[in-house]
């Protein structure tokens, strides 16, 4: 479990206990005995969310639920539809206890909240099933529950990915091929065909230079070996075991926010005016506030000098809500990232230690940790988080906008939106020594979603190559990922190698396709832009890397 799905977990269990929950208030029009019926099960936490999660915390759902079932009552006639809503597992078996004398033909499963339980229960009743993701609500636990599902071959599992209706529509249409007497696995088929022929295609690829110059696969070993990672977890301290070769420490709360409180007040006040100043716009967050996230950040920088580090992650809002740290790290992590240093949310040491690795390989470029949402309906993967730097080049390049907002899931503290440049190519990476594998993809910087919804940057990439890949392996890898500005494919390759991480890759001519990767232990796979070092055997329908 994440800190996001631990935060919400009592709020959940709250609404739980009221059972199978109501449908929403705009249920279907007509009731024809001869349409087939739908059931539309909307998974999330309650109608107002009661905590801090995405979308954010007092989101009212039930527009978007109303709307939802209107407009698919409205524009599917040749169904009948119905709605309910469940919180995890035993609500969604209520409802298919409900459904087993009520003729329903097929389920529409909307992930409203990220990590509630309800499609994997409702994908046992065999029946066909669609999967929807509410973007930038329910992203997270659609991109790892639908990955489960693209890697067990569930034969009944759709799935649809859109900010546009239209293709929820689209989508929810190819019933028909199950209730005119066609399979769930033709309705499945049916599904991926119209999500295929509803993506645009590839835009103008890749991205202007940007000067790019990096280091050796020897000397960012070096580097590496030189760093240092605090990981801030809990009230712990002491050494941890290596990162990629990089030493890494456990460090208290107490130690941070000591440092928090001992951090010069007069300097506080006057980094605050300096973000405060330089910000386009500063919305919601007192002065206050920003003094405090100033005194954290000094505090960090004090904990990291004493330590001789160059890297730190905090479990940010356990320690916050615990009442264990007084400030958010958000503005901190920000400074941390210009200055060429690493500051990483929510203590995700392998997101660190890739952070750690390719700063050094980029000379200074900072990462941005992200939790990434795709969008078909506009070829996009969306990199989403409340903090990131605005000198994606290093300390040294251009500054980009930034605004300092609160902290978009619970409306508190302070964070940043940072408006990253676009016309770029970016690459997208995470490490993990104990796999010894990488994942890698890269894309073009086309964008940045001002959505209020979820965390407030939001940079949107063009991928390169195929989209369909990006949804595996994130019930494998989880929802993090590192992105950077430049065409990092060949250092990240041979960084690889100089890890001692097993590959193959064959040159690819223009315009074929690309061979075979035959990874050590695992079956062949077949790549475009994507590789993966080699690790434990998975099924060949896997990407080879996202």
């Known amino acids: 479990m994440n800190r996001r799905g631990f935060l919400v977990k009592g709020s959940a269990a709250g609404a739980a206990a009221l059972g199978y929950l109501a449908a929403p208030r705009l249920l279907a029009a007509e009731r024809s005995a001869d349409k087939p019926r739908i059931r539309i099960v909307y998974s999330l936490h309650a109608p107002q969310q009661p905590g801090p999660d995405w979308p954010n915390q007092g989101f009212d759902f039930q527009p978007v639920m109303d709307r939802i079932t209107g407009e698919l009552t409205r524009r599917c006639p040749d169904f009948q539809f119905v709605a309910a809503m469940a919180t995890g597992e035993e609500q969604a078996k209520q409802v298919l206890a409900g459904d087993q004398t009520a003729g329903v033909a097929g389920y529409v499963v909307y992930q409203l909240n990220c990590w509630n339980r309800v499609v994997q229960t409702i994908a046992t009743s065999g029946k066909p099933v669609l999967y929807a993701d509410f973007q930038f609500g329910g992203s997270g636990g659609f991109l790892v529950y639908t990955a489960a599902f693209l890697r067990a071959k569930a034969p009944n599992v759709g799935f649809v990915a859109s900010s546009n209706l239209d293709d929820l529509v689209a989508a929810v249409n190819c019933f028909r091929v199950a209730t005119r007497g066609g399979s769930v696995a033709e309705f499945v088929t049916a599904t991926a065909k119209a999500r295929a022929e509803r993506t645009p295609k590839p835009g103008n690829l890749p991205g202007q230079a940007d000067g790019l110059k990096t280091l050796s696969a020897e000397d960012c070993l070096r580097r590496m070996r030189e760093s240092r990672i605090l990981a801030v977890r809990d009230q712990n301290a002491g050494p941890g075991q290596p990162m990629m070769g990089i030493p890494l420490d456990h460090v208290s709360f107490a130690e941070v926010n000591e440092a928090w409180k001992n951090a010069d007040k007069a300097e506080s006040a006057a980094v605050a005016d300096r973000w405060q100043r330089d910000a386009t716009k500063v919305e919601g967050v007192s002065h206050e506030t920003l003094v405090s996230s100033a ?252």
């Open 295 to 546: 005194a954290f950040y000094l505090g960090m920088k004090d904990v990291l000098k004493k330590r001789g580090a160059n890297a730190i992650t905090v479990n940010c809002l356990g320690g916050f809500y615990g009442g264990h740290i007084h400030a958010y790290p958000c503005l901190g992590f920000h400074q941390l990232l210009n200055d060429g240093l690493v500051g990483a949310c929510e203590c995700d040491v392998r997101s660190t230690a890739t952070m750690v690795a390719m700063t050094a390989l980029t000379q200074g470029r900072p990462g941005y940790i992200s939790d990434p949402v795709m969008d078909t309906s506009k070829r996009q993967i969306i990199y989403a988080h409340c903090v990131a730097a605005n000198r994606a080049f290093g300390p040294a390049g251009a500054a980009n906008p930034f605004e300092i907002l609160t902290h978009s899931e619970d409306r508190q503290g302070a964070s940043v939106r940072s408006v990253l440049p676009v016309g770029y190519l970016t690459t997208t990476v995470e490490f993990d020594h104990n796999r010894k594998e990488v994942l890698f993809h890269q894309g073009k910087a086309v964008a940045n979603d001002p959505d209020d919804r979820a965390c407030r940057t939001k940079l949107c990439a063009e991928p390169v190559g195929d989209l369909e890949k990006l949804f595996t392996q994130w019930d494998q890898w989880g929802w993090h990922r590192v992105t950077y500005y430049g065409d990092l494919k060949q250092p990240v390759f041979a960084l690889a190698d100089a890890l001692g991480y097993k590959w193959s890759r064959k040159p690819e001519a223009k315009g074929v396709s690309p061979r075979p990767c035959q990874l050590a232990g695992a079956p062949v796979t077949r790549g475009l832009t994507d590789y993966r070092t080699a690790g434990p055997s998975l099924p060949a329908q896997d990407s080879p890397a996202t």
